[in-house]
């Protein structure tokens, strides 16, 4: 943020301005806004009504259709991009980024509601029934209520993420602050440019970061008891029901089915073909190099915050908790910018290294490590360390033998979460690592660049792959699949 403002103040309010109202800036403006607003409002009432009908109606197969639903997280957005774009140019551009980008993060919201449809106390819709309110006066006014926070919160995370989104779009030739700002600095070399663009973007971005810390330690809808552990029977979808299947047979083809079958085509067809395997296994370790020490470098800056935030209460350490909520909310690409300035003019020996890509990894991400380990910190009693520190045990030795075990299960998850999203991640790897370093995004990046689609497919397919595994566990705990006796 302070290297953005700075750029912005040396360039003083009439460069700043001149900037900012040119046509093309005002361009990117309004497709960089089209965008997530359109995406953010598509995917809440596609999850919206998924949820409603995978938890509330007599939909046939619904274990079944909470997995589909669901599966669109294994396949990464500029994965969905390249195999749309790959059938031709009718599916570029604005249009079709907004069609593909709100089928690929519609589980974002989807799966947030349908938690909370799940948790809710159904005797609240049973009072409002026997004052007389009909199905929809109830939905709208106990049920959506007790649901939008989660609604909310996907939300505004794919609000964020639209706002942040490089790969997909440079794949589908739409034009936003992000493109236009790796082009600035990366085929036109104006820092200065770049930077400039950069600070519109984050005006646009750190709203929604603030909304969504703010909405993340907003009110809850809390219950004192047990509550009614019944459910409530399901609603019959009626005539409807041909439609709401079709529907979700519809969905799942074009965010899963055609992106598979393109993938397949390009594997085995194609006359860039077999171009790029021998490069496979060194992409891919070249991945594991970056992701694996990412991660944990990403979770042991996490466990400080994480435990001062829980065991000491005050302003400051609220301050530093939540702050990394507010980075996450800001472009990737102006992160890896304010690194690459800061290196070439402070730390020139470490300037297109793998400590400068690690250090950016950290930054982008530690907030992801902080939800995974914060559940496992909230349930360590602060009394474990005091008996060890009364048997004579020191403070970090103390924490290695009695905190840190019982930290285990986060740590994991937090290592395993965020290894998978460094696995997939692009544009600070573009920005910021040396011409050596390649990765699977990378490579599938420079592949579907020179139009080689077959060549970019073996890349796609293994990113699928190693993103699918976890996301169809994942799924499953958290859906809870089993039908209720």
């Known amino acids: 943020m302070g290297y953005i403002l700075g750029r912005a103040w040396d360039a003083g309010p009439a460069g700043l301005w001149s900037e900012l109202a040119r046509p093309y800036t005002m361009g990117l403006l309004v497709n960089t806004v089209t965008l997530a607003v359109s995406v953010t409002a598509g995917a809440a009432v596609l999850g919206t009504a998924a949820a409603w009908c995978t938890e509330r109606c007599d939909l046939p197969g619904r274990q079944i259709w909470r997995i589909v639903t669901s599966l669109p997280l294994a396949m990464p957005a500029f994965v969905a991009s390249y195999a749309w774009a790959s059938l031709g140019p009718w599916f570029q551009g604005m249009l079709g980024a907004v069609v593909i980008l709100t089928l690929s993060s519609m589980p974002l919201i989807y799966l947030p509601v349908a938690a909370a449809l799940r948790g809710m106390d159904p005797s609240l819709e049973d009072v409002a029934r026997s004052l007389g309110h009909g199905p929809w006066r109830c939905f709208f006014r106990i049920v959506l209520p007790q649901a939008l926070p989660a609604l909310g919160g996907g939300a505004l995370l794919v609000a964020s993420h639209m706002l942040a989104e490089f790969g997909a779009l440079s794949l589908l030739r739409v034009q936003t602050f992000t493109t236009a700002i790796f082009d600035q600095y990366q085929m036109q070399f104006n820092p200065s440019a770049a ?33 009614n552990s019944r459910r409530l029977p399901l609603s019959p979808l009626g005539r409807l029901k041909p439609v709401v299947l079709a529907g979700f047979a519809g969905t799942a083809a074009l965010s899963l ?27 891919l370790l070249g991945s594991l190099s970056l992701a694996l020490p990412g991660a944990v470098l990403t979770t042991l800056f996490a466990v400080p915050l994480v435990m001062l935030s829980i065991r000491y209460q005050g302003r400051l350490t609220a301050l530093a908790d939540r702050l990394p909520y507010v980075v996450h909310g800001l472009p990737g690409i102006g992160v890896a910018l304010a690194l690459v300035f800061l290196s070439v003019h402070y730390a020139p020996a470490i300037y297109q290294t793998r400590l400068l890509v690690l250090l950016a990894y950290t930054v982008l991400f530690l907030p992801l490590a902080q939800s995974s380990l914060r559940a496992s910190a909230e349930l360590v009693p602060p009394g474990l360390e005091d008996v060890a520190r009364s048997l004579g045990r020191g403070p970090f030795l103390a924490f290695l033998t009695v905190t840190l075990p019982n930290l285990a299960p986060g740590v994991g998850a937090a290592l395993a979460l965020v290894t998978l999203q460094l696995m997939r991640e692009l544009t600070a790897t573009l920005l910021l690592a040396s011409s050596d370093v390649t990765t699977l995004a990378t490579e599938l990046w420079s592949y579907t660049g020179e139009v080689a689609y077959a060549a970019a497919a073996p890349f796609a397919a293994a990113l699928v792959l190693i993103s699918g595994v976890p996301v169809y566990v994942f799924t499953l705990r958290t859906l809870n699949v089993d039908e209720p006796r």
């Not at 929604?208 to 907003?218: K, N, P, Q, T």
């Open 195 to 227: 930077a400039l663009l950069a600070a519109g973007l984050m005006a646009l971005s750190l709203p929604i970061a603030f909304a969504e810390m703010r909405l993340r330690h907003g009110r809850r809808f809390a219950r004192v008891g047990r509550g």
């Open 257 to 283: 089915g055609v992106p598979l079958m393109t993938l397949g085509f390009w594997l085995w067809h194609g006359s860039s073909a077999g171009r790029g395997v021998g490069t496979i296994v060194p992409a």
